[in-house]
């Protein structure tokens, strides 16, 4: 593929610094060894293309540091051996037409096509190619396999004549029939979901036995601490009144030890008796 397209002798003229740089749909493009490169005056190569290869090719030139165009755009469909898409009936697929970056080298209106084994299946006259870039199958049928393929026209809206188009997809599709396994997937759903629901019920189970022992051994060491509490302020009375009382006694013992002394101080009367005698005498 030519990078500069109808531009190559202007370029090479007047621009003997320029550089090529390849696009493939929405994204850089980078050399596969042995497969896909460039050659001189960045032309692009393929030893051998795959169905990955396809969709939009482009090449930006650089013709001088500030300065750059898009010179060539081409498209790719390879058709694949095995398909692309392999589903079961009832399920869902889609295709990728690889369109989008056709929007920005075509000024006419593009209109983006679906072909089912040679037959029209689907078009879009009416949106930009970027607005219906897939295809969808809701509920596939065993009618749905085969070849698939996206065209983009370019049409003259004045003639309604088709000015050019190009394929940008091919797809395989293979439908296979329903062995009953829908039935099993949805047994292994319904297991699935009991399974998790047992693991969530015994986590909170678990949690609020837990939270209820918590609870219960905080109530009894508050039950210890009050208990230790009550016990010490009966000790406190104890040794309140034994020390009361001691001090009572004390007291007490003192008081007798001052009337003693008190009384040893105070003469004693001598008794009638020996008062007799001494009158008797004289």
């Known amino acids: 593929m030519d990078c500069e397209g109808q531009l190559y002798r202007d370029i ?10 390849w696009y493939h749909n929405q994204g850089l493009f ?14 692009l190569y393929f030893a051998k293309a795959w169905p990955k290869d396809n969709g939009v090719w482009y090449c930006e030139t650089q013709l001088d540091p500030t300065a750059s165009l898009y010179t060539a755009v081409y498209t790719v469909a390879v058709e694949n051996d095995v398909p692309d898409i392999q589903v079961k009936v009832g399920k869902s697929f889609s295709m990728a037409c690889n369109n989008a970056p056709l929007s920005k ?8 096509e679906w072909y089912h084994n040679t037959s029209l299946y689907e078009k879009f006259e009416d949106s930009k190619p970027e607005d219906v870039q897939e295809l969808v199958i809701k509920s596939s049928t065993l009618e749905d396999s085969g070849i698939w393929m996206c065209k983009v026209k ?5 003639s309604g004549r088709i000015i050019r188009e190009w394929a940008t997809n091919v797809v395989r599709v293979n439908v296979l029939e329903s062995d009953g396994s829908s039935i099993e997937e949805y047994s292994l759903a319904i297991s699935i979901i009991v399974l998790v629901l047992v693991f969530v019920i015994g986590i909170v189970i678990y949690y609020c036995v837990r939270s209820k022992k918590k609870r219960a051994r905080r109530k009894v060491k508050i039950m210890d601490v009050e208990k230790g509490f009550a016990a010490k302020k009966s000790r406190d009375r104890k040794r309140d009144k034994t ?4 001090q ?11 009337l003693d002394k008190a009384a040893k101080k105070i003469p004693k009367r001598e008794t009638g008796s020996k ?6 005498k004289s």
Request: cysteine-free; glycine content about 6%.
């Open 30 to 43: 980078y050399p596969e060894k042995e497969r896909v490169g460039l050659l001189d005056n960045y032309k």
């Open 12 to 21: 090479n003229d007047y621009f003997h610094k320029a550089k090529g740089i």
């Open 154 to 158: 370019e049409r003259d809206d004045k």
């Open 275 to 280: 008062k007799r005698n001494y009158k008797g």
């Open 105 to 112: 080298f075509f000024t006419l209106k593009l209109v983006t």
């Open 248 to 258: 009572k006694e004390a007291q007490r013992k003192i008081a007798k030890k001052e």
């Open 243 to 246: 020390t009361v009382g001691r």
